[in-house]
């Protein structure tokens, strides 16, 4: 899909689904004002006035990005951090990356032993599956259903 062209309107047609799916990570995670999260995958930018926290969006469309505020243009497969997070999330975003099992990578390694993980995945996803697989292999997840997507929220291991 090319988010450069479905920007401007990606908010009316998606905001409330996303706010909705928020709100269901945010009352399965531990959120403090001092912590770190990461949104990758992070469009307009829905999620950092979401969290009462210092959060911070990655995402590779150059139109969606101009939406919001506290996000830079990168991709999920090659993360531009050393530091670490307190809490890293994507929003129906995963189908769309270039290499699921690199992202996973990098989520890894810019999370602490206990980093909060809630990723959601588009359940008509062609790599649905095998995405879902790779995700309870290298977090220790839990599943909650919505809708369109299956959202899993836990730790890193």
């Not at 959060?55 to 939406?67: C, F, H, N, Y």
């Not at 497969?77 to 890293?88: M, T, V």
């Not at 890894?108 to 602490?112: A, C, D, F, L, V």
């Given at each position: 899909m090319n988010y450069n062209k479905i920007a401007k309107g990606y908010n009316e047609l998606h905001?409330?689904?996303?706010?909705?799916?928020?709100?269901?990570?945010?009352?399965?995670?531990?959120?403090?004002?001092?912590?770190?999260?990461?949104?990758?995958?992070?469009?307009?930018?829905?999620?950092?006035?979401?969290?009462?926290?210092?959060?911070?969006?990655?995402?590779?469309?150059?139109?969606?990005?101009?939406?919001?505020?506290n996000i830079?243009?990168?991709?999920?497969?090659?993360?531009?951090?050393?530091?670490?997070?307190?809490?890293?999330?994507?929003?129906?975003?995963?189908h769309n990356f270039n290499n699921y099992k690199k992202a996973i990578q990098e989520i890894?390694?810019?999370?602490?032993k206990k980093t909060q993980i809630a990723i959601t995945i588009l359940k008509k996803s062609k790599i649905f599956d095998e995405t879902r697989k790779e995700l309870h292999k290298n977090f220790k997840l839990k599943e909650y259903d919505h809708r369109l997507d299956l959202i899993l929220i836990g730790t890193n291991i």
């Open positions: 905001k409330e689904e996303q706010l909705e799916k928020l709100e269901i990570i945010k009352n399965h995670l531990e959120v403090k004002s001092t912590y770190r999260l990461l949104d990758i995958g992070a469009g307009t930018g829905i999620s950092t006035n979401f969290f009462d926290c210092k959060v911070i969006g990655i995402e590779p469309s150059k139109e969606m990005l101009k939406q919001g505020k830079i243009q990168g991709y999920a497969e090659e993360l531009q951090f050393k530091e670490k997070f307190d809490i890293i999330i994507s929003v129906t975003a995963i890894k390694r810019i999370s602490k």
